[in-house]
């Protein structure tokens, strides 16, 4: 903002606009000073549009929502202004500034590593498309997913994820009652089409478009085709009549342009992308959900290894580098199965029918390597998805061909070989064993013997230097 501006909401208290943090159809939210506070002003100022605007505020104070990430309406703002004042934490911006590169910026490569990298950004998502998920379990839709009102920690070192511009969170509404709540380029495109009313479905076509911007510096619908065409063809991309940029079937709208799928995309991202965007621009059911984006985006990010060369991480399963080009370093996987005690008469692994013969489920993944030790979090030890999922449970470091385990929740876990010859434990003391190049050596079981639970193998790896 050019000059300091000021507003007053119906309890008296003043407030003073000093940054404007995001722009959208509805208006305008600023953050405030001195305070973690925000205001939004909305685009409308008469009397029908205030009544609108409190009646709505009021709902969503009603709503249950209050152990989410989401910043919450405090209070309406006095006439001539029509908006609120919400929560915000400090310290953050909008996921916008992961999209694309800064004006004058040298090289992309070189920003996307120094804004967090791949890891990073696939930890934001997931946290981002887990509040979504939460969200949707309780059968409310968000409403306008966008670039704006999406904040991330500023700090690339950190990955918090908070959720603004919650004036519209509703229950799921049919065509007509609330149709045209979107941003232009992110609403789904029944909605752009004016079929459809907000839901959880169109909430998760515009998180996909934001998960696709982040990861692949590129918009799901404009490609080559769209960019170089008249602008009528940007309109028909967002109505879903054009293909995407990587649909299965049609190329005719590929992007010269972006990050290369392969060094950001798993194979499960990619499958969630090709029907979000594929199948699902016709076919809303076939989209993913929230709950699944989670997943595979918790599961992308568990599936990565920091380069020793650029710090940039990469999929464990590439030969190299992707952002440098160095030999990837030797490191250990970290795979999760279930034990059944009811599995054969001494109880084993979980296992399921595939192509033929019976094959380990493996319900998580990690890895560990020399310079970056592995944390087994509640999420992935216990499966837990709300608040306390990212707690520590244990541990793991790399030596050589030796990993160091231990327990950071105050429990102990029994640590058996694979033979089962040899047995040991995990306590906040640390225990070391060697591991076999290529053999899943040791097995943490993260549960009672009795009952079925999570245990994690370590295999060690080779690097390509080696």
Not at 64 to 74: D, F, N
Not at 169 to 195: D, I, M
Not at 244 to 263: E, I, Q
Request: net charge neutral; glycine share 10%; with cysteine.
């Amino acid at each position: 903002m050019s000059k300091a501006r000021s507003v007053v909401d119906a309890n008296g208290v003043r407030y003073e606009l000093i940054e404007l943090l995001g722009r959208g159809g509805q208006g305008a939210v600023y953050a405030v000073r001195g305070g973690r506070l925000a205001v939004k002003l909305v685009a409308g100022r008469s009397q029908r549009d205030r009544e609108r605007m409190r009646n709505q505020l009021t709902h969503v104070r009603r709503l249950p929502v209050g152990e989410l990430s989401l910043a919450k309406p405090l209070e309406m703002l006095r006439p001539p202004h029509t908006g609120y004042v919400m929560e915000l934490l400090t310290g953050m911006v909008p996921i916008r500034t992961l999209l694309a590169p800064p004006k004058g910026e040298t090289t992309g490569v070189e920003w996307y590593l120094r804004t967090g990298g791949l890891h990073r950004r696939l930890l934001v998502l997931a946290r981002a498309a887990h509040t979504l998920a939460q969200l949707h379990g309780k059968g409310l839709a968000y409403s306008d997913p966008s670039p704006a009102n999406i904040f991330i920690s500023e700090d690339p070192a950190f990955a918090e994820v908070w959720f603004i511009d919650t004036d519209n969170l509703r229950y799921e509404s049919s065509p007509g009652t609330f149709a045209g709540v979107y941003t232009p380029g992110y609403g789904a495109p029944e909605l752009v089409q004016g079929k459809s009313g907000v839901t959880t479905l169109t909430d998760v076509h515009a998180f996909a478009v934001i998960a696709f911007q982040v990861l692949a510096l590129a918009h799901p619908f404009i490609g080559d085709f769209v960019n170089e065409g008249e602008p009528e063809l940007e309109e028909q991309a967002f109505a879903g009549m054009i293909p995407w940029v990587d649909d299965a079937s049609d190329d005719r709208n590929r992007a010269t342009f972006g990050v290369p799928r392969g060094w950001v995309l798993s194979t499960r991202l990619s499958d969630a992308f090709e029907r979000t965007f594929g199948a699902g621009r016709v076919t809303p059911s076939e989209r993913p959900g929230a709950a699944e984006w989670a997943e595979r985006l918790f599961a992308a990010a568990d599936a990565t290894i920091p380069c020793p060369g650029c710090r940039g991480a990469f999929y464990f399963n590439q030969p190299r580098c992707t952002w440098c080009d160095a030999e990837r370093p030797t490191f250990a996987t970290a795979v999760f199965h279930l034990w059944d005690p009811n599995q054969g008469p001494a109880g084993g692994v979980l296992t399921k029918p595939q192509r033929g013969e019976a094959r380990p489920v493996i319900v998580g993944h990690g890895a560990v390597t020399s310079t970056t030790s592995f944390i087994v979090t509640r999420r992935l030890a216990f499966d837990v998805q709300g608040p306390g999922a990212d707690e520590p449970v244990v541990e793991a470091s790399l030596s050589r061909d030796r990993v160091s385990l231990r327990s950071l929740d105050g429990r102990t876990y029994p640590l058996f070989s694979a033979s089962g010859d040899r047995q040991t434990e995990v306590s906040d003391r640390q225990q070391t064993v060697r591991l076999v190049l290529g053999q899943a050596s040791w097995r943490l079981h993260l549960g009672e013997m009795g009952r079925l639970h999570r245990l994690l193998s370590f295999e060690l790896r080779p690097g390509r230097e080696s």
